[in-house]
């Protein structure tokens, strides 16, 4: 049931579209920058003692609000593979960038690791149930779950706030998760959908306080 007055998100609006041209080579401060990186000294393999729990260290992330996704790909059987996640991040306007990441004790880190496309969904607040649903254990997540295959076969959720189809770019290793960043060729939103937002351990959604201020200047993409 709808709350009075609210929005009814409007149809599927896909991101338009830029022609796709060859990079300059790197200006001569960004080549100096990636120098200075790649010189840096190798990291050590273990991290030194913390002065505070790894119980303290997630509830301090808890405070944190994200949105939720679930990140779906087809494995190389054909198989398809789906899971929640709130670790969905933009990185890069140009190329078009995102990143997730996924923790090795995962089941599904093979068929991620291995598979040449992912999709992310954005999740409305109408869909806890499936936030809720693809990050249960032993069950058949995709069972009677409306979906249809997007690029290259990644299933796209419907319904979906927004929707990001990725070419598995890269990886990185680091603690106990693997990081992936996507390179995104196909995206899409609903114009007025209420987005599922977790803070705490609990699901929340939106209340607007105002745009952003014309001083403030974050580095994050502008809407």
């Not at 880190?109 to 869909?127: G, K, P, R, S, W």
């Not at 499936?130 to 249960?136: D, I, K, P, S, Y």
Request: glycine content about 8%; overall charge neutral; some cysteine.
């Amino acid at each position: 049931m709808e709350a009075p007055g609210a929005v009814r998100p409007g149809p599927l609006q896909a991101c338009a579209r830029q022609p796709i041209i060859a990079l300059p080579s790197p200006a001569p401060e960004r080549a100096a920058l990636r120098a200075s990186v790649n010189s840096l000294p190798p990291r050590p393999d273990t991290a030194p003692p913390t002065a505070f729990s790894s119980r303290e260290f997630r509830s301090a992330l808890g405070m944190f609000a994200t949105g939720v996704t679930i990140v779906t790909a087809r494995g190389v059987g054909g198989e398809l593979v789906g899971m929640t996640a709130n670790s969905f991040n933009s990185v890069s306007l140009d190329p078009p960038l995102v990143l997730w990441s996924l923790a090795h004790k995962a089941s599904s880190l093979q068929a991620f690791a291995t598979a040449t496309h992912y999709a992310i969904n954005v999740l409305t607040v109408e869909q806890r149930a499936l936030a809720e649903r693809f990050a249960t254990r032993g069950i058949d997540r995709w069972a009677g779950v409306a979906h249809r295959a997007g690029l290259h076969g990644a299933p796209v959720l419907e319904g979906a706030a927004a929707v990001f189809e990725c070419a598995n770019r890269s990886q990185y290793v680091e603690g106990d998760h693997t990081i992936f960043v996507g390179l995104v060729e196909r995206c899409a939103h609903l114009g007025g959908a209420a987005p599922l937002l977790y803070h705490g351990g609990m699901f929340y959604t939106e209340h607007p306080l105002g745009t952003l201020s014309d001083t403030a200047v974050p580095d994050m993409p502008a809407s």
